[in-house]
């Protein structure tokens, strides 16, 4: 059994921080379930070109508010606290935060714990781990 809690893993080395996000990753690959759980915070005013073109995410709005642009068909969907969306056609998408939003993600293939993305929005397969 894992039991990990959310507030000391954003005092150690799972929180990871890049430019408009943070994310403390609280499932890795190494804890070897087939998927990886984090808490990711989009700051206010964000806008993040992202395209998992390596991996599927699920998303639950916790808390905030914006909007996630399909770039393929151009619609713009909403998110408030209550809304999901799966990324389950390695979807390119454009990410809006109206005001800061707290977002609960499911990975498959997990994540290794250092992602941050690429020039092209996505995240490499595999990258250096983070220890428990």
Same mark, same amino acid.
């Given at each position: 059994?894992?039991? @990990? %809690? ?7 080395? @799972? @929180?990871?921080?890049?430019? $408009?996000?943070?994310? #403390?990753?609280?499932?890795?690959? %190494? ?6 759980? %984090?808490?990711? #915070? /989009?700051?206010?005013? +964000? ?16 808390? $905030?508010?914006?909007? &996630?642009?399909? /770039?393929?068909?151009?619609? /713009?969907?909403? &998110?408030?606290? $209550? #809304? ?12 809006? +935060? ?5 977002? +609960?993600?499911?990975? %498959? ?24």
């Amino acid at each position: 059994m894992l039991v @990990r %809690n959310l507030q000391d893993a954003t005092q150690s080395e @799972r @929180r990871v921080v890049s430019e $408009g996000w943070e994310s #403390t990753r609280l499932l890795l690959a %190494n804890d070897k379930v087939g998927f990886s759980f %984090n808490i990711t #915070t /989009i700051y206010k005013d +964000a806008e993040l070109h992202l395209h998992y073109k390596n991996h599927y995410e699920a998303v639950y709005c916790i808390r $905030g508010e914006g909007s &996630i642009e399909d /770039i393929k068909s151009g619609k /713009i969907h909403p &998110i408030q606290a $209550g #809304t999901l969306y799966v990324l389950d056609q390695h979807d390119q998408h454009i990410l809006r +935060a109206k005001e800061e939003m707290i977002m +609960a993600c499911v990975f %498959n293939p997990p994540l290794h714990g250092k992602e941050v993305h690429g020039p092209d929005g996505a995240y490499a397969l595999e990258a250096e781990s983070v220890a428990d």
